[in-house]
């Protein structure tokens, strides 16, 4: 009688495992199509992983050889980090109509035209860039992002930090594939234009990812997206 109850619960846990695996690997075997799509299908799409490849998450002072600046300050910060223990705190410096004039704007930038950002060009493996932003200050701040490829076709968006706000910035390569060549990307930049007062802000974990967040139907990155274009 004991061996009974134990081959049936043997046999329990062999369909237990059997529906497992056709929950992670999406399989659909005849007769079942329909239960698999109403129960296995968000699950699957729960649990599996974003992958991601991360330009630079500003953890030490080695993170910022590949970064430079004009008219701006930037260091590696303890306070307001999105991903780890630090982040790059980024001072703007105030900038006049002169100095506008002659080309250039308060920016924080990657720039290398022989290896790309961080040693990657090819981004077209990946479906979104994005990064953390934190604005400490009492006012709003206004940030263009500035994405460069070897054919030096570029594409600008402004994007809003409100005061006290924290926002993951995504960009979302459907909507740029046709604008730039993403297998040979070589220059990405934070700036602003018309700065008549310092301004303070914190940028953290840059990076690229496949896929959207690991929760079925939703982007959660759009809910604190505050985007113009």
């Not at 290896?115 to 200050?137: E, H, Q, T, V």
């Not at 460069?148 to 924290?166: G, P, Q, V, Y």
């Not at 007062?197 to 939703?218: A, H, M, Q, T, W």
Request: hydrophobic share 40%.
């Amino acid at each position: 009688m004991r061996f009974r109850w134990q081959a049936r619960i043997l046999i329990l846990l062999l369909i237990l495992l059997t529906w497992a695996a056709l929950i992670m690997f999406s399989i659909k075997p005849a007769g079942s199509v329909n239960y698999i799509k109403m129960f296995t299908g968000p699950i699957a799409q729960a649990f599996r992983a974003t992958e991601s490849y991360n330009l630079c998450d500003f953890e030490s002072q080695s993170d910022l050889h590949d970064w430079y600046s004009s008219f701006a300050d930037f260091s590696i910060s303890g306070k307001y980090a999105a991903s780890g223990k630090a982040s790059c705190e980024v001072k703007f410096h105030r900038f006049s109509n002169i100095e506008e004039d002659a080309g250039d704007f308060p920016n924080i930038r990657i720039e290398n035209y022989i290896l790309g950002p961080k040693g990657i060009r090819d981004w077209s493996m990946y479906d979104f860039f994005k990064a953390n932003f934190y604005n400490p200050g009492s006012t709003d701040i206004n940030l263009i992002i500035k994405v460069k490829d070897a054919r030096s076709r570029a594409l600008e968006r402004i994007f809003t930090i409100k005061s006290m706000e924290r926002i993951c910035y995504t960009l979302d390569f459907d909507e740029i594939g046709e604008l730039l060549d993403l297998k040979n990307i070589v220059y990405l930049n934070f700036f602003t234009r018309h700065l008549e007062r310092e301004i303070v802000f914190f940028i953290d974990n840059v990076r690229l990812e496949k896929g959207s967040i690991c929760y079925p139907g939703r982007r959660l990155d759009k809910t604190f997206l505050d985007f113009v274009s």
